[in-house]
């Protein structure tokens, strides 16, 4: 019997999805987009998990981007709008997303890296859309790509269609910090450890606060978040972080 082409892990309020593809670079199939689909179901109605963790398997490639298969229109097309389902569903998590780029994050590997809240890289990792130089265009990770980035190197990236290193990536905001291979599991565990033991239920409202303002105007963004801040404010665990911090002592904090 093969191998899943992706793995989960729950352990310490961490669930970990792993992309177990290292013959294929890491590269995302159907059958992966569906198994993430259904593990980011179960993690987020697990009230044991609090942080989400993708990577790949081994130290080349995080992911080199799709590989949808199949010569059949219909089964390409299927598979285009699986992978945005996907990128969707990763956008609007209610719970923090870190990406562990552990090497190589290519053309749909891209998209996927950037649907994340926290990207923690290798410094010799490798990023890239090359789909131009194939007679492509990168689509649906565009819209990723443009959110994400200043607006004109993404375009000079997209229509060159050249590699970019970490140093390049994190100038350009694809990524928020690049470490060296040999400290980039504590990163990442210090990282999701302090993730973990953040308030559920408030990093949930910031997170949809935060990303659901990006396209309002002044106004209405300062009254949206007026609203968002009494919701906040409201829950048992701003009260206990309140009282934590008078008291001098740890927060426990229940995600109500």
Same mark, same amino acid.
């Given at each position: 019997?093969?191998?899943?082409?992706?793995?989960?892990?729950?352990?310490?309020? %961490?669930?970990?999805?792993?992309? $177990? *593809?290292?013959?294929?670079? $890491?590269?995302?199939?159907?059958?992966?987009?569906?198994?993430?689909?259904?593990?980011? +179901?179960?993690?987020?109605?697990? &009230?044991?998990?609090?942080?989400?963790? #993708?990577? @790949?398997?081994?130290?080349?490639?995080?992911?080199?981007?799709?590989?949808?298969?199949?010569?059949?229109?219909?089964?390409?097309?299927?598979?285009?709008?699986?992978?945005?389902?996907?990128?969707?569903?990763?956008?609007?998590? &209610?719970?923090?997303?870190?990406?562990?780029?552990?090497?190589?994050? =290519?053309?749909? @590997?891209?998209?996927?890296?950037?649907?994340? +809240?926290?990207? #923690?890289? *290798? $410094?010799?990792?490798?990023?890239?859309?090359?789909?131009? $130089?194939?007679?492509?265009?990168? /689509?649906?990770?565009?819209?990723?790509?443009?959110?994400?980035?200043?607006?004109?190197?993404?375009?000079? =990236?997209?229509?060159?269609?050249?590699?970019?290193?970490? +140093?390049?990536?994190?100038? =350009?905001?694809? #990524?928020?910090?690049?470490?060296?291979?040999?400290?980039? +599991?504590?990163?990442?565990?210090?990282?999701?450890?302090?993730?973990?033991?953040?308030?559920?239920?408030? /990093?949930? %409202?910031?997170?949809?606060?935060?990303?659901? =303002?990006?396209? /309002?105007?002044?106004?209405?963004?300062?009254?949206?978040?007026?609203?968002?801040?009494?919701?906040?404010?409201?829950?048992?665990?701003?009260?206990?972080? %309140?009282?934590?911090?008078?008291?001098? *002592?740890?927060?426990?904090?229940?995600?109500?």
């Amino acid at each position: 019997m093969s191998e899943p082409h992706l793995l989960y892990q729950v352990k310490n309020n %961490i669930a970990s999805l792993t992309i $177990n *593809r290292e013959d294929r670079r $890491n590269a995302i199939s159907i059958e992966t987009i569906d198994l993430f689909l259904q593990y980011l +179901d179960e993690a987020e109605r697990d &009230p044991e998990v609090r942080v989400i963790l #993708i990577t @790949g398997v081994g130290d080349k490639a995080f992911c080199a981007g799709a590989d949808l298969g199949g010569d059949a229109d219909g089964k390409i097309q299927a598979g285009f709008e699986s992978y945005a389902q996907l990128l969707k569903r990763l956008s609007g998590y &209610p719970k923090p997303v870190v990406a562990r780029v552990n090497g190589a994050c =290519m053309a749909g @590997g891209m998209g996927f890296m950037l649907a994340c +809240d926290i990207v #923690i890289a *290798r $410094n010799d990792a490798k990023f890239g859309t090359p789909e131009v $130089n194939v007679g492509l265009w990168p /689509m649906m990770i565009g819209a990723l790509i443009y959110r994400n980035t200043l607006r004109k190197k993404a375009m000079e =990236m997209v229509l060159l269609g050249e590699r970019l290193n970490a +140093d390049q990536a994190q100038e =350009m905001g694809l #990524i928020t910090r690049a470490v060296p291979a040999d400290r980039l +599991d504590d990163e990442i565990n210090r990282v999701s450890r302090s993730l973990a033991e953040k308030s559920p239920i408030g /990093m949930k %409202i910031g997170k949809e606060a935060f990303y659901a =303002m990006a396209d /309002m105007p002044l106004e209405e963004a300062v009254d949206f978040l007026s609203g968002k801040i009494a919701e906040v404010a409201s829950t048992e665990d701003a009260r206990e972080g %309140i009282m934590a911090f008078i008291e001098k *002592r740890k927060p426990v904090f229940k995600g109500k």
